[in-house]
């Protein structure tokens, strides 16, 4: 029957008979989709070689037997050059599917094959030509349909519905889609701007388009975050935030992408409902890694780091060697205070990217607890340069340099920094980070009366770092702090180290 499909939606097809097991029992379970290349060099259109990939790990990441890894985790294999088996094996997974496309005017020409990954021979071929190709979707839906039967997976009729599901019919909304999950992933303000634009026009063109609400909602929500901001606008985007991911839900609670986005921008406001959120993506979509991640970050803010460290190590097995789920299991141990471990892992996101600043930023912060304070300064100093937010995040840095110079006893360079930092609360919102820097001061009233500014403020990060900020341990008694976490809905036991 999915030949017939395949035919009937493609026209001209060409395709190999799935290669049988091998005789050593090996299975293929985990599988990289690389941005699709142009047939030609003159035709290159990278929002829909991106978009063809994006659309295929979105069909074929809902079946649970299968691990694909996230469109973030593929972005970089775009050059022309690409070696896809050597990007599969640097994925660590067990095939790997490669592509070309090319449009010309409403037709499109589509080459597609799956590799094994360990001697690289073709498990499965796909062609599609220009004269017969009309239905973009249909390719997608053929594919993916495809490359489930070439791997002899057993599928649920759940997910036989799901590989066929198609977002929209509308190619001028669905490139738009495309182009804004372009401009998400590269993870800047500016891209996060750029991405708003092309989620609205693709909304504008299919009202009820769900996924290009779940990516307005995402979008939103990060830059709500940007400490720069002024409250009111980073309170009307927050709201602009949860009015999309609502949509979105509205329009169709089966996405666990849309769960995710919910439970983002109900962080700052009901954590309960954030943490429900978060596990129901997951029980929708298994092998999400975005949805371990984001779950493990509001478990271990909450102190709970038994629970948080077997999701964040869920989310690394999924997608190994990326960035933000080294991160998120290093952010347990830092959280639960075991430096060590945390800098094991922070320093795996310096191996992969030696110039991402958040990583030398964390590493700072495990030298600087462990009494390591020269080595500290010069991650932070490493850090300063290579943030992508500009002047915001380099704020977080000197307040960093600030505790560093507090901790071990350079009070005058401390108080120089805290100077600096009243003066940019005039404007921004740092006032958390004031309040920081009075208590590893030792200035118990001072840090007090910045942290109630903070809180009125809604600060971004405040609610999500004051549970396990180990500046804070002197105060946790006091009555005026068990106030500030009662009023955040966060509980007062004193958090502690993994067992």
Sequence with gaps: MLLGVLGAAAGSVALLRPRAPAPDGHEI?????????????DDRDEYLGLGMADT???????????????????????????????AGREQQVDAVLEGSVQRAGEKIRVTVRLLDVRDGRPLWAYQ????????LFAVQDAISQ?????????LSSAEIEGLSKRFTGNTEAYQAYVKGRYFWNKRTPAGYEKAIECYQQAIAQVPNYALAYTGLADAWRFLAGRNSRPKPQREEMTDRGKAAAMKAMELDDTLAETH????????????????????????????????HTALAERLTEMGRHEEALVVAKRAQALDPVSLWTNKAVGDVHYRSRQYDQAIVEYSKMLELNPHEGEGHTLLGECYMWQGRYEEAIVEFNKA??????????????????????????????AMKVLDELKEHAKKESVSRLVAN???????????FEWLEKAYRKREPGLRRSIKTNRLWDPFRSDPRFVDLLRRMGLPADRPGPLP
């Design 128 to 135: 599609c030509d220009e004269q017969q190709c009309t239905d």
């Design 29 to 41: 379970r985990s599988l990289a989709v690389l941005p699709f290349k142009p047939l030609s060099i």
């Design 437 to 447: 820097l009075y208590a590893a001061l030792g200035e118990r009233e001072q840090a």
């Design 384 to 413: 300063t340069p290579l943030f992508r937010g500009g002047d915001e995040n380099r704020r977080f840095e000197k307040a960093d340099l600030g505790y560093v110079y507090a901790l071990s006893g350079r009070r005058a360079e």
């Design 260 to 291: 995710v986005s919910l439970g983002r921008v109900r962080s700052d406001i009901d954590w309960a409902e954030s943490e429900r959120e978060f596990k129901r993506a997951i029980e929708l979509n298994p092998n999400l890694s975005e949805a």
């Design 56 to 86: 295929l790990i979105t069909k074929l990441s809902n079946v649970q037997q299968l691990i694909v890894r996230p469109t973030s985790a593929v972005l970089k294999y775009g050059s022309l050059q690409q070696d896809p088996v050597a």
């Design 146 to 154: 495809q490359v489930a039967q070439a791997l002899t997976l057993r």
